[in-house]
């Protein structure tokens, strides 16, 4: 089965892009199978893709914006059927995570997107409003972050393509934010930080998603 045809992104305005990955049994969010099973973490990893796309497109219905879903595992046929056709579905590419970033950034650049921001699907704390900092912030910095508690982050967002923000990090480690921040600083770039908040990664981080229990009404 051939993938759908490309979505043709309006230019000159921001891109916001979303990592994740298709919510197959045992493939994903394999820390919380000890707790939830191998099922439960593949429909937490459904609901945490749904509530981040919804706090996404709620950015960009109110303001000039694209969406776009970068992920791994399945196809666009399978992740359209998941989260909703319509949707730009783009599978990653490269070797590890930051590569995977970098050329989700570059392509939003060479597709004339104004500013690129990514973010990923794990952080249920993630508002419009939170979005919208990230983009005004780039007016006058360089770089955007928002701190992860456990060392990462949860959204990156630039005014131009930054390839050396992605490259020598020890991806998956405490150590992303320290050293991506080493890197901007290297580079000379202005850096805004957002407000720190937590991942989903582990069973004891169900804390926040119950937090919002319409978002996720199954767990235990």
């Known amino acids: 089965?051939?993938?759908?045809?490309?979505?043709?992104?309006?230019e000159n305005v921001p891109r916001v892009i979303v990592f994740t990955r298709h919510p197959d049994p045992g493939k994903t969010k394999t820390r919380m199978i000890p707790a939830l099973g191998p099922v439960g973490a593949a429909n937490?990893?459904?609901?945490?893709?749904?509530?981040?796309?919804?706090?996404?497109?709620?950015?960009?219905?109110?303001?000039?914006?694209?969406?776009?879903?970068?992920?791994?595992?399945?196809?666009?046929?399978?992740?359209?059927?998941?989260?909703?056709?319509?949707?730009?579905?783009?599978?990653?590419?490269?070797?590890?995570?930051?590569?995977?970033?970098?050329?989700?950034?570059?392509?939003?650049?060479?597709?004339?997107?104004?500013?690129?921001?990514?973010?990923?699907?794990?952080?249920?704390?993630?508002?419009?409003?939170?979005l919208d900092e990230a983009v005004r912030a780039l007016s006058v910095h360089d770089v955007v972050v928002g701190p992860a508690i456990d060392g990462g982050y949860y959204l990156i967002a630039v005014r131009q393509n930054q390839p050396l923000l992605f490259e020598d990090i020890q991806w998956g480690s405490d150590c992303v934010l320290r050293q991506t921040l080493a890197q901007a600083k290297q580079a000379q770039l202005r850096v805004h930080c957002l407000q720190t908040l937590s991942d989903v990664d582990h069973p004891q981080d169900l804390v926040v998603c119950r937090r919002h229990p319409d978002a996720f009404p199954e767990l235990p």
Do not use: W
């Not at 089965?1 to 309006?10: D, G």
């Not at 709620?58 to 969406?67: A, R, S, T, V």
């Not at 794990?122 to 508002?127: A, F, K, L, M």
């Open 1 to 10: 089965m051939n993938s759908p045809a490309p979505k043709t992104f309006a």
């Open 44 to 130: 937490l990893q459904a609901a945490l893709t749904r509530h981040t796309l919804a706090m996404a497109q709620e950015y960009c219905d109110q303001h000039p914006c694209e969406l776009e879903v970068r992920f791994t595992g399945g196809d666009a046929f399978k992740m359209g059927d998941a989260f909703g056709s319509g949707r730009a579905y783009r599978p990653q590419s490269g070797e590890d995570l930051g590569a995977r970033m970098a050329h989700a950034v570059a392509d939003a650049f060479a597709e004339h997107a104004t500013v690129a921001v990514l973010i990923g699907s794990d952080c249920p704390d993630i508002t419009p409003t939170i």
